[in-house]
């Protein structure tokens, strides 16, 4: 097999009626004001069903102003998930507080609340739990322990956008949630994230930090001046508009990467948890088997990579990078995490691939994976 386009990891849904919005919006005299933030902000809330909505510049600045906005900081302790594509618990130190890992379920890839217990100390304030690559966490148990620890829930959605658990959807959990839209999901703003909550008080508070006038002339608080821009707003509202369409065609693709996958020996369905009543996958994410690691992963990609297949790990556990290392962090901290990052690897995902594409991805991985010697031991 050869191919000579790259059929890239992902690729945004952008159509005409996005660039048509930032056409017109680059010739209004409004350019640049700040127009759009009110209407983006209003219908995210009403979107995830939140009093709420606080447009930021990303998903981490609008955790990082969270953790400010409810005084958590130095001296804290927060845990979060070793295990996410998007690293906004980066935002952790940038507070002055210390990141403490938790451990995922092997299955979900999600925060495993049974085995959190055991990180929360008395200097814990808050746990920030992902719904990784799309498929939601446990929220009952997350929230069963907040509630007990006296624990801040805040809820990073980023990664599952459309989800759902026991019928409602991501963002619906935390006491505060996030939404990076920063792509490579159903949203590709350039630059735009949402934090959703239902406390009038705190929302004010975030409004304070992110801008510090909110409306006004004057400055009462500092600010970091992490609003969002009005062409990453508009063009996050015309997506909203079509975010039907978008997570169709996306389904439809998952859809076809199963179909083909069952012909793959070794290969099963990607795992959705029985309180899982939807998920929109972030990405298609393959593992290996157990007695595959790293290595077979990389060689995998790298195959792939010579037949035009972009592909990437997913994902490398925050624990382990440099400066997370550097603070404590290392291997044996989050066995399962470490386990599943060493032999995941996320394969091209998003709504432009033809089912002549998938095919040909799938082709391409069964060919990689036997020159690897992986053959029938992988699995999803």
Request: proline share 5%; net charge negative.
């Amino acid at each position: 097999m050869n191919r000579d386009t790259l059929i890239p990891l992902s690729w945004p849904d952008l159509g005409d009626a996005e660039t048509d919005t930032l056409a017109r919006l680059a010739t209004s005299a409004r350019f640049g004001g700040g127009a759009v933030l009110l209407p983006f902000e209003a219908a995210f809330a009403t979107a995830t069903g939140r009093v709420h909505a606080v447009g930021v510049s990303g998903g981490t600045v609008g955790l990082w102003l969270t953790l400010m906005a409810w005084g958590i900081g130095a001296g804290d302790e927060v845990i979060v998930s070793p295990f996410t594509w998007h690293r906004i618990s980066d935002a952790v130190p940038l507070a002055g507080a210390t990141a403490v890992f938790g451990e995922i379920d092997y299955w979900r890839c999600t925060l495993d609340p049974a085995k959190l217990a055991q990180r929360i100390t008395p200097r814990t304030r808050a746990i920030v739990a992902a719904n990784t690559n799309g498929h939601p966490a446990d929220w009952d148990g997350l929230r069963a322990l907040a509630d007990r620890h006296g624990l801040l829930l805040i809820e990073d959605s980023t990664e599952a956008v459309g989800s759902t658990y026991k019928g409602r959807p991501v963002g619906s959990f935390g006491d505060v949630a996030i939404f990076d839209l920063g792509g490579p999901g159903p949203f590709a703003t350039g630059g735009a994230a949402l934090v959703v909550l239902d406390d009038a008080a705190r929302a004010r508070a975030l409004r304070d930090l992110r801008s510090g006038r909110g409306g006004r002339r004057m400055a009462e608080v500092p600010s970091v001046g992490a609003v969002p821009n009005d062409l990453a707003c508009a063009l996050a509202l015309v997506q909203l508009g079509r975010l039907g369409e978008i997570l169709g065609r996306r389904r439809q693709v998952a859809r076809t990467y199963h179909e083909k996958m069952k012909s793959f020996e070794g290969i099963k369905d990607p795992y959705t948890a029985p309180d899982v009543t939807a998920v929109h996958w972030f990405l298609y994410v393959v593992h290996l088997g157990t007695r595959f690691g790293k290595g077979a992963r990389d060689a995998i990609i790298e195959d792939l990579a010579g037949q035009a297949v972009e592909a990437a790990p997913f994902c490398h556990p925050a624990h382990l990078e440099p400066f997370h290392a550097a603070q404590g962090g290392a291997r044996g901290t989050c066995p399962i995490a470490e386990k599943n990052g060493d032999r995941a690897l996320a394969l091209p995902f998003h709504a432009r691939l033809s089912a002549d594409d998938v095919a040909f991805v799938v082709d391409t991985l069964k060919d990689a994976s036997v020159n690897v010697g992986a053959g029938a031991s992988i699995y999803l």
